[in-house]
């Protein structure tokens, strides 16, 4: 039956387009049309191609196996709170912490009372020494890697001459291992069930920061040191029944230990998860749309590829048992300002007004794969905007783009050096662009890497090769502090060695100022709204050039219920509320 099925999608989308238009009509919603389940019960496949790369809290670094960690075994001092609508899915609340933390008048200090009665798997109390155990193994550089190394940064722990902490985590011996390991005790303070982090600088969204995988607690006893990279000792809703196996994957069965009126985040219906790996997305999907006996309670944790994504939005009865979701990565321009073509800000300013961001949006496969932006500030995060400074708009204005350029002072056509990570469908996404920037008065010439991509234009050479750089960027958690500063602020980037992730070498000192101005503003609201307008001040001066934000489409079986997305935590299935018909 599903060797039949497989013929039918490729001999049913052969001889049609697989995205009409500009693919709105049959986009899917971000919640499946199905009715809700509130009741626990049942097993839930969960399928993916993998791999795993850890189930160590301070060695994850993948987005999506962040996200299935924090949702299914993993608790951190704090969460984002699951909800169907993207625009509340940025609510931080207290997750092993009674509430989202508080801060000292100027930001130095942060401090999180835990929750009574949450435990490990063994049934043990998850202390405040387990947290502050976790945290000070992101330390260990040497034995736990991969992982966010944010603890280093921002802790108020002394630094060597050589910028290295004078902590090297919990497994170092010796004098200089016990000097750091009381460095470390003073910024890190346990006193009963409430812990206090010192700063080494105000930061405004530090409870946001510990959000991250690199923050939960470890038990010291359960830690396996260099050897723990799939160890998954749960202080959540569930555990592993067997050790994990990689390639394969592993079963999570409930934690008998868990409470869930501790626990406001999770609300974990199903009694068991299958958690499948190794097994290619287009199989995947097949056997989700087959809806076979061992598929109807299947979700895939991984985007349908596009080949099928327009059979399934077209199809009403798969169109309901699916959804799409931004996933926070967002596609973007980087003008070169070293570079002759861009030294005036009117040039980069042409090339944004040139740039048709629904073709690039529409080669990419459609709106389940993209949607056009200006902005690199995801839709879901709370300094998401709709300023268009320099009204760029979705389809570029050739007209208006060559106005600018003779502003510029520049001789039609203009030469165009544009680079870019290549691949089949960046290649057809850059191709679309090429029209609207010659029309404009551009004359474009693509130049495609495959290999090292990032460490090639992040070479000082690259300044003097490129007009133009592709990249892509995530933020870490829901605030724009992990997206503008990272990006534009020339005091962290720009140095001989090249330019950091300010690939364009863009440098301004009132954007660095404003940077750290707006790191110390306390209120939540105002600081994201402050984001939100230098991020406008960015684009107005042409310091990149927006695509598209990044969306993925996920399908499960008819026996899934509660299907949604969740944006901030990386456009991912949302384990936290997902259930089984019984």
């Known amino acids: ?59 994850i670094s993948a987005r999506d196996d962040a996200a299935f960690a924090g ?8 969460a ?52 502050k155990y976790g945290i000070s193994r ?24 050589n910028g290295a902490s004078v902590y090297a985590g919990p497994y170092a011996t010796g004098p200089a291992a016990a000097a750091g390991a009381a460095a470390y005790d003073k910024a890190v303070v346990c006193r009963g069930t409430m812990i206090t982090f010192a700063l080494s600088a105000p930061v405004g969204d530090f409870n946001e920061m510990v959000s991250q995988p690199a923050f939960a607690p ?21 555990k592993l029944a067997a050790p994990w196996r990689a390639s394969t994957g592993g079963s999570w069965e409930r934690n008998p230990h868990w409470k869930a009126s501790t626990d406001e985040v999770r609300r974990a219906y ?46 009403d009865t798969l169109k309901e048992r699916s959804v799409t979701a931004g996933t926070g990565l967002v596609d973007y321009l980087v003008p070169n300002v070293k570079s002759t073509v861009f030294a005036e800000p009117e040039a980069r300013q042409a090339l944004a007004v040139a740039t048709n961001r629904q073709a690039y949006v529409t080669a990419l496969g459609g709106s389940t794969t993209g949607r056009p932006t200006t902005t690199l500030i995801p839709e879901s995060l709370p300094a998401h905007h709709d300023e268009d400074p320099i009204a760029a708009g979705p389809r570029g204005d050739a007209d208006r783009a060559k106005v600018l350029l003779g502003k510029a002072g520049l001789t ?17 996404a850059m191709a679309a662009l090429v029209a609207g920037w010659t029309e404009a008065g551009f004359a474009p010439t693509l130049t495609p890497l495959e290999d090292d991509y990032f460490q090639t234009i992040g070479a000082p050479a690259a300044a003097s090769s490129y007009d133009v750089f592709w990249s892509n960027w995530s933020p870490a958690w829901a605030s724009a502090s992990t997206i503008l500063p990272a990006l534009f602020d020339s ?41 939100a307008a230098l991020d406008a001040t960015l684009q107005g001066q042409g310091a990149y050039i927006g695509l598209a934000e990044r969306r993925a489409l996920y399908i499960a079986g008819s026996d899934v219920r509660n299907l949604s997305a969740n944006e901030v935590i990386g456009g991912v299935v949302e384990l936290a509320d997902i259930a089984v018909r019984q």
């Open 412 to 428: 039609l056509p203009v030469p165009l050096r544009v680079v870019y990570r290549s691949s089949p469908v960046a290649d057809k």
């Open 1 to 59: 039956m599903l060797a039949a099925l497989v013929v039918l999608l490729v001999s049913g989308m052969a001889g049609c387009s697989l995205i009409g238009g500009d693919g709105d009509a049959a986009e899917t919603p971000q919640v499946a049309a199905r009715d809700r389940v509130d009741e626990r019960g049942g097993t839930l496949k969960a399928l993916s191609l993998g791999p795993v790369l850890s189930w160590d809290p301070q060695r």
């Open 270 to 315: 199903p009694d068991r998860i299958e958690h499948q790996e190794g097994i290619e997305t287009q199989t995947v999907a097949q056997q989700i749309i087959a809806d076979g006996d061992g598929a109807r309670n299947a979700v895939s944790l991984g985007p349908a590829p596009q080949a099928i994504q327009q059979h399934i939005v077209s199809v």
């Open 491 to 531: 005091s962290i980037n720009l140095t001989a060695a090249g330019p950091g992730r300010d690939y364009g070498s863009f440098a301004d000192a009132t954007v660095n100022a404003e940077i750290q101005r707006i790191g110390r503003i306390a209120d939540r609201t105002k600081r994201e709204e402050a984001w």
């Open 138 to 161: 992101t330390f260990a550089t040497t034995v736990i890697t991969g992982g966010s190394t944010d603890a280093l940064a921002v802790l108020a722990v002394p630094k060597q001459p």
């Open 80 to 131: 984002y709170q699951p909800s169907t609508d993207p625009r509340n899915q940025s609510r931080l609340v207290g997750d092993l912490a009674t509430d989202a933390g508080t801060p000292n008048k100027d930001l130095t200090s942060w401090s999180f009372t835990l929750r009574e009665g949450v435990a490990w798997e063994d049934g043990s109390p998850v202390t405040c020494e387990d947290v």
């Open 218 to 238: 470890m038990k010291k006893s359960a830690d396996k040191g260099k050897d723990g990279t799939y160890v998954a000792f749960s202080s959540g809703p569930y």
């Open 71 to 78: 949702r299914i075994f993993l608790r951190t001092l704090t």
